[in-house]
């Protein structure tokens, strides 16, 4: 397990953007496949976007497709979660997951598959 160091939530209007930033506490993300989930109040946590280890293999829930956009920045030992044209119902608290990962192209999509949260990160879009 490793901590993760969330940063970037916020209050936005409706067609806003907003930019998610986490980073392992003292490790390199290298070796890690990342992700970002998102938890709306009285629902379930779900995946928004995944990354591999290299940065090169993505995967994005549909609702998302088009307006946000994951990457990740070995050098600066970050990933990120580039929010455009928000809607309310993007409202939730987000949350980086990451695992080490033995592949390049490996990449991974449910809550299981990681062993590693950052604390959260609040983003309320306002309509």
């Known amino acids: 397990q490793v901590q993760l160091v969330e940063s970037g939530g916020g209050l936005v209007q409706d067609g806003g953007s907003l930019r998610l930033s986490c980073a392992p506490s003292?490790?390199?993300?290298?070796?890690?496949?990342m992700a970002w989930f998102r938890q709306a109040p009285g629902k379930a946590r779900d995946i928004v976007a995944s990354?591999?280890?290299?940065?090169?293999?993505?995967y994005y829930v549909d609702n998302v497709k088009g307006r946000f956009t994951i990457s990740k920045d070995n050098a600066k030992n970050t990933v990120y979660l580039e929010m455009n044209k928000l809607k309310p119902e993007d409202t939730a608290v987000y949350y980086c997951?990451?695992?080490?990962?033995?592949?390049?192209?490996?990449?991974?999509?449910?809550?299981?598959?990681?062993?590693?949260w950052g604390q959260g990160t609040q983003v309320t879009v306002s309509s």
């Open positions: 003292g490790r390199t993300s290298s070796t890690y496949a």
């Open positions: 997951a990451a695992r080490n990962s033995l592949f390049d192209n490996s990449i991974f999509v449910t809550i299981s598959a990681y062993d590693s």
């Open positions: 990354i591999s280890r290299n940065g090169r293999k993505l």
